[in-house]
């Protein structure tokens, strides 16, 4: 069996994802800024050529799996940097790392999206579109919630970047979907908590299940996805939330 890459490997779900492959007796690689087998930074055009020239070197370019983890809280004072790792740092994995995929066993991929995907549409999203050179101006219509917006508009641009890539992936016998988390206890969440900004809308972010999720519950998803029995998934985003969207958004899927 070829290599599965897991990003943000040191943390939350990377890190829960990571274990689980790896007992599922994958060989795993983790790519993160700190406590990874590759050390990269996902916020810039050069650390992302690194990484994935370093995977592609490392896994003689050819990889059976690739989960996107890796991701930035709307918490984080620099929005554009939110946008950099959140979307353009895990697009430039997806594009840079299917040729690998293209010759691995019944090759899938999963990225981490969430369900701030669905707070704004495709046609309000200020980043939609944009270079990435343009998007410290576009969010300035945030003003001191540009954040929440940069993580909005950065999760949604993703969910759009993997539907539209669908049929390319699947002409390429490579199976890509998404997954929206809702409040998962991890440490971006609780920068997010100890935020007075976002820490209360983040409290009251509790669905019928009545609890937050806890990080082995979003790598038993993805773990799903990236194997045989999910063999016709593909192009889906899978909401995992405890409830919250059916809850506050019934008629709206
Ligand atoms: P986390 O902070 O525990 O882990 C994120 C990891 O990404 C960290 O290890 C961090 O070092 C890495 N990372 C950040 N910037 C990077 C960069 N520039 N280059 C390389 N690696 C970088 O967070 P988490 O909650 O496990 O989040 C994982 C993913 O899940 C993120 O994309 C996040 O947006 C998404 N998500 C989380 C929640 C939640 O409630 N925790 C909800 C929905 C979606």
Known sequence: MAMTVVTGSASGIGAATFSALAASGREVVGVDLRDAEILADLSTPEGRQAAVDTVLARSSGVLDGLVLC?????????????????????????????????GGEAPAAVAVSSVSSTQITWADNPIAGLDESEVEAALEVGGDYRGQLAYAASKNALTVAVRQRAGDWGAAGVRLNTVAPGAVDTPLLQAGLDD????????????????????????????????????????????IDGGVDAQFRPTAF
Not at 71 to 91: C, E, H, M, W
Not at 198 to 223: D, K, M, T, W
């Open 196 to 239: 007075p900004r976002y820490g209360e809308a983040i409290r009251s972010f509790v669905g019928p299940l009545g609890r937050r999720g806890r990080p082995e519950e979003i790598a038993s998803l993805i773990c799903y996805l990236l194997g045989p029995a999910a063999g016709f998934v593909h192009g889906a985003q899978f909401v």
């Open 70 to 102: 890796a991701g930035l809280g709307p918490q984080v004072s620099d929005a554009k940097r939110i946008v950099a790792v959140n979307y353009f740092g895990t697009v430039s994995l997806l594009d840079g790392l299917l040729p690998a995929l293209r």
